[in-house]
């Protein structure tokens, strides 16, 4: 789960880390009164969105004009971000943050992160801030700086040394980098997160460290288990995939890709293994939906009408292996979806377990116009030739 930039501050802010005075306004007027709170003559607008790249994207500006921020903070408001981290719609702006200007001096990365390799925390560091991190890795690896954590150790004053003598701070600087380290891995660490990433972290014109950008990732399963109440309280479903989240309300493990053929299988490694086997073919899967061991005729109902919601989706795969679950209610669920929804694009069925007869004579019997395959390989080739077939 991501958190807003401002939610991000505010955790960073409770532990004691710098950042930019700011405010949250959620319409032209909490805007202009942030901006009259604040003072000063440099004001920097910018949109709260799940995605990063608001900069190049026209999300963040720095004015000089009291009337020309308050106007474009309004002007933001309502709209919707593209930048290149978002899908081609992008992501609704519903608020924004009025920080003060800064003057920079230099612009430098840090994060902290989870490395599933070394199965510990690192952090990374770069004196190359303000650019994305995977440019710098790709064009320039010597300029990033990794250190490990040692998870019954934590993390020592002599990393952060180590870090702040690599980036070229000074000694004060050295200082302020080590006891910032040192709060985001307490913060990591109490908070069950799987990053933080502060891109750019700058030194102001007083030679200050500042944490000016803030993006914050949350470890799903501990929101799950009801672990981080307060964290789960910042969730923004507004940033979310509409369809992501209508699935999670179903327990249906479901994600949205960028392919024209939706998938609707049983078992994670089952539905990796068809999306896989649909690109063998020529096709690109449009979702990954795991409809779970313990599915009921019901939730792949519910599952046929998400996959069909996409406007991409030109064809549906059912590949489904009956170990725990039965082919003749998996198949009374695609009758039922396919009699509910209005379906129009082939539906190639591939069932195979338990009551793999009854599921059959089921489809048969239906009259529904349902392409059988016996195995995933036929199923996936009929599967692309029917949407090929389709296209004019
Ligand atoms: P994003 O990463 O989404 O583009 P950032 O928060 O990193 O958004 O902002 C983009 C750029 O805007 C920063 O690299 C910095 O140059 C400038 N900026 C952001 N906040 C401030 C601020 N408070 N004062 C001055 N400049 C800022
Ligand atoms: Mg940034």
Redesign the pocket.
């Known amino acids: 789960m991501n958190l807003h ?1 401002f939610q991000a501050k505010h955790l960073l802010a409770e532990r004691g880390v710098s950042i ?1 005075r ?1 405010y949250v306004a959620r319409s032209g007027a909490e805007a202009r009164a942030a901006i009259g709170r604040l003072g000063g003559d ?1 004001w ?1 607008i ?1 949109a709260q969105v799940h ?7 026209g ?4 004015l000089n004009n009291e009337d020309e921020a308050a106007d474009f903070a309004d002007s933001l408001l309502g709209q919707r971000l593209v ?1 290149k981290q978002t899908d081609a719609a992008g992501q609704p702006i519903e608020a924004v943050m009025i ?6 001096e230099r ?1 430098l990365y840090l994060s902290m992160l989870i490395d599933r390799a070394r199965q510990r925390v690192v952090c990374i560091a770069s004196a190359a ?2 650019m994305d991190i995977e440019e710098v890795a790709a064009t320039a690896p010597e300029q990033i700086i990794t250190i490990e954590v040692h998870p019954s150790a934590g993390l020592q004053p002599y990393q952060g040394r180590q870090v702040g003598f690599a980036l070229g701070l000074d000694k004060r600087q050295v200082g302020e980098l080590t006891a910032m380290l040192q709060s985001f891995y307490q913060l990591f660490i109490e908070r069950d997160l799987s990053l933080i990433e502060i ?2 972290l ?1 030194v102001d014109s007083a030679g200050s460290l ?1 944490c ?4 914050i990732t949350v470890d799903d399963n501990a929101i799950e288990v009801g672990k981080q109440q307060q964290l789960a309280a910042m969730r923004d479903l507004s940033q979310e995939d509409a369809t992501e989240v209508r699935a999670a309300e179903h327990q249906l493990n479901y994600i949205t890709l960028d392919g024209n053929i939706g998938c609707m299988v049983n078992g994670a490694g089952l539905a990796m293994a068809t999306m896989d086997i649909i690109q063998v073919y020529g096709g690109a899967p449009a979702n990954f939906l795991d409809v779970g061991g313990g599915t009921s005729a019901a939730k792949v109902t519910e599952a046929f009408k998400i996959i069909l919601s996409s406007p991409r989706v030109e064809g549906i795969l059912v590949n489904i292996f009956g170990g725990i679950v039965r082919c003749d209610m998996i198949a009374e669920g695609i009758i039922a979806a396919v009699r509910e929804v209005e379906i129009n694009v082939p539906v190639v069925v591939r069932l195979e377990g338990t009551n793999v007869e009854e599921g059959k004579q089921l489809l048969a019997d239906s009259g529904l116009d349902l392409i059988p395959a016996a195995d995933l390989a036929y199923a996936a080739e009929r599967v692309v030739a029917a949407v090929e077939q389709r296209r004019p």
């Open positions: 930039e930019p700011g440099a920097v910018k995605a990063g790249g608001r900069g190049k994207a999300g963040v500006k720095v930048t920080e003060e200007g800064l003057a920079i612009e801030g303000g891109n750019p700058v500042i000016l950008d803030a993006k």
